[in-house]
């Protein structure tokens, strides 16, 4: 008798803990989500701002169809890019473009007195600020949960309840520059 | 405890180690009833009264006159009926162990009422001390529209009721959560800390003490010191009481017939009591800086900005010190400097930790 409800006691506790386990995995993994979705955000907002600055240079350098056209491109392909490998991939284009957008007004003096412009080129440097902080803990939820997943005794029962280890928002051999926001010179 | 390998789990060892330390207070507030049973029994009260007739009345009149009448001694020597009846050797140190357990169960639910009674009072009390303390005053939007855009962001965020938004005139740079329910919850912000701060670190900073209202950290810190409080009471009128029971207990040990173990119980109780006093206040501490690394945490999380938040704190560190502010108080501030080697009874740990904690777990890299 007793021996049943030492039994019964163990498998009640052993229930109580996978329990606990699975509510873990899922509360990191809606994380996850949550931090994906502050990255779009973010990722959103600068690609709205894009068309206005392309408008905005197209005044002043208008014969730099190449680097414009190059912008344009970029900021639709991140638009429709799904998954994080792609997004990461286009965003990391669209930066480049920015970038060599920005170099370019170097040129321009009269652009770079435009008021309109210098507002959405401190707008963009603020928005990139703030994606690679939110890429940075969007990182962090990712690793924990990959851990999390890969830990005994979740690792022989993670994959089976559908959790999958995810992709870090990584921005490969561009990370270094990208920590640091767009450089502007006046 | 499972590692922390990111910044849920660090949350959430966090949270666990902060309950496991609340549990704390109850256990001790178990020793110290023990603890007194051990002084009352030691000093010549028996719990003989117990095997004749249960009468109530006895023991807590004991407890009643050593907790209102400071000068009386702790031993129930008006008790009446009650046989000195102490034998000598192990005997009697082992008898008097069961005296006082016995005695734990007699006073014990005395005790507890009267704990219950003092947390409902002192409870209700800290909603005053708070607001009273500081010479902060609300803002409205109107007046600090960038503060004021910055808190209300984050509660929308999360569906959450703003606190109301005040300012304390002060250079130092500071910010502290108050208030113990969701009309009164207020958070705190100093002028120098608006003034030094940029956006996201101040948006941090507003994320730090808002974790604070959301996980309750202001009730749970404040029945921490009220604990502490009781504890330091009977600490106190033992210890105050103690010489003077050891005036009258030469006497008394005469008459028992030679009482070493005696000594020894009350001793063992003094001890006890002693101990509980110290560990509450450590268990206090510890409290507190725990509900730190998760309001770090909790600002992450909101923000999802670990830089802002390591480097609102490397602003903080060195310039916190907020002139006048009571100690009791300053447990409940963004960051309270300990100072020299008191880290057991530090209410912050250290920043240069906290922003480890940052990089370790939130992908700080700052």
Sequence with gaps: MSGLLILLGLVVVIGLVLIGIYNRLVALRQTTGQAFADIDVQLKQRRDLVPNLVETVKGYASHERDTLEAVIAARNAAASASGVQAQAQAENMLSGALGKLFALSEAYPDLKANENFLALQAELSDIENKIAAARRFFNNAVGELNTAIQQFPAVLFASSMGFAAQTFFDLGEERAVANVAPEVKF | ?366
């Design chain 2, 1 to 366: 405890m499972f590692r922390s390998y990111g910044l849920r789990t660090h949350i959430w060892n966090n949270n666990a180690k902060s309950l496991a330390l609340m549990l704390g207070f109850p256990v001790l507030l178990a020793l110290v009833v023990f603890g007194i049973a051990l002084l009352a029994v030691g000093s010549g009260y028996s719990s003989a009264i117990q095997h004749q007739s249960y009468d109530v009345s006895a023991p807590f009149e004991a407890i009643n006159q050593a907790l209102n009448d400071p000068s009386a001694p702790i031993p129930s020597a008006s008790i009446p009926n009650t046989p000195l009846s102490l034998p000598d050797g192990n005997n009697s140190f082992e008898s008097a162990l069961d005296d006082a357990l016995l005695l734990v169960f007699q006073i014990g639910p005395i005790i507890l009422l009267a704990t219950l009674i003092w947390f409902v009072i002192a409870y209700f009390g800290h909603q005053k001390i708070i607001d009273l303390a500081t010479s902060a005053h609300p803002v409205t939007r109107e007046e600090q529209p960038r503060l004021w855009n910055l808190l209300e962001n984050l509660c929308i965020s999360r569906g959450l009721t703003m606190p109301s938004l005040r300012i304390a005139e002060s250079a130092a740079l500071n910010a502290f959560a108050s208030g113990l329910d969701d009309k009164q919850h207020a958070i705190t912000v100093t002028t120098g800390l608006i003034d030094s701060l940029d956006d996201r670190e101040l948006e941090a900073v507003l994320a730090h003490e808002l974790t604070h209202v959301r996980n309750k950290d202001v009730q749970l810190l404040v029945i921490a010191i009220i604990f502490v409080g009781i504890f330091s009471f009977i600490g106190e009128i033992v210890f105050r009481n103690i010489w003077r029971t050891n005036l009258g207990r030469g006497q008394r040990s005469r008459r028992s017939g030679g009482g070493g173990s005696e000594g020894v119980v009350i001793l063992i109780g003094l001890a006890i009591i002693a101990m509980a006093w110290l560990l509450a206040l450590v268990i206090r501490f510890a409290i507190s800086r725990s509900r730190e690394y998760i309001a770090d945490a909790g600002a992450v999380e909101l923000t999802k900005d670990p830089d802002a938040m390591a480097s609102a704190l490397k602003k903080v560190a060195g310039n916190a010190q907020m002139e006048g502010a009571p100690a009791e108080l300053r447990a409940f501030f963004l960051e309270n400097e300990s100072v020299g080697l008191a880290s057991l009874f530090a209410s912050h740990p250290p920043i240069s930790k906290r922003i480890e904690a940052l990089q370790n777990y939130a992908g700080a890299m700052v």
